[in-house]
């Protein structure tokens, strides 16, 4: 029986959280002094992972992508990718990444059954990306991101670049260019208050209209392509090569017809990004829970999946946990 919440929405894609840790500070995830990590006790277990994540796909899930934090600093990561390449059903295994430990895992990865990578970078100028990341490692992200894209069954390759305040046109024009050069996909995506700083200001928000315009101002035609169910990104062609795409959750929400789940790092799940309430699956499951008693907790808990997420609201309240915490 498929997950539904509702709202009649069918659940098929799962983020999962491999950990909290993260070897950048970037300033709409964290601040500089980095925030208390989750006890590694209370951090699910591969097995764990696993035994979870095939109980959802059991239940309709069909899309996983793992995240953190940085899933990459996590030990003998590659061997969860190939656990969970195995179970029978999932027809996309994703990974988001900073890229700085790309280049050195890249091949594990792939020979593990990863299908598909997103690269966050958002800067390609170095004194730039030094600024928003706290780290002065752009060479390195950019050599993890020619590693994986050497792969060519791994497609399509997409960086995600977050525009907050000091993005111009210069940052454009680069990422333009990178996605032409290199058929990759770029995707802009609206700066939300998920910010360990709690310094989020809606007018801090550069919205994907105004990035669009800051696109076409370069002289770049963009043909939209039809939307795909479920998506969040509204994508462009180029000409040259290339794509180009626009996340606008805070200017355009698409809520309804999110059929997202998140189970976080600490193994509680989460039915929206910006839940104020979580589900807690792994007290159950290490208590002994049965496959059948741990699904009846999930499905309780995504028939009370919320209806928007509430931004544009007044009284909107952000979620006690970080985008660091919470897994994008």
Known sequence: MALEDAHGRLLGDLRVSVTDRCNFRCHYCMPAEGVPWIERDQILRFE???????LLVGMGIRDVRLTGGEPLVRRQFPALVARLAAIEGIEDLSLTTNGYLLAEQAQALVAAGIDR????????????????????????????????AAFPEVRPVKVNAVPIPGFGEDDVRRFVELAREHRFQVRFIEFMPLDGD?????????????????????????????REPHATARVYEIDGGGEIGFINPVSEPFCGDCNRLRLTADGRLRTCLFSRHETDLRGPLREGA????????????????????R???????PPPRTMSAIGG
């Open 48 to 54: 764990e992972i696993e035994r979870l994540v095939g």
């Open 117 to 148: 990578v997103n690269v966050s970078i958002d800067s390609l100028a170095r004194a730039r990306f030094f600024e928003v990341t706290r780290r002065d490692a752009l060479d390195r992200v950019l050599a993890g991101l020619d590693a994986i």
């Open 198 to 226: 709690r310094a989020w200001r809606p007018e801090d928000v550069l919205s994907g209209a105004e990035v669009k315009a800051m696109v076409e101002a370069t002289g770049i035609e963009l043909r939209a392509r039809p």
């Open 290 to 309: 049965s496959d059948e008693e741990i699904g009846e907790i999930v499905r309780a808990a995504v028939w009370r999946k919320e209806l928007k997420h």
């Open 311 to 317: 931004i544009d609201e007044p009284g909107f309240r």
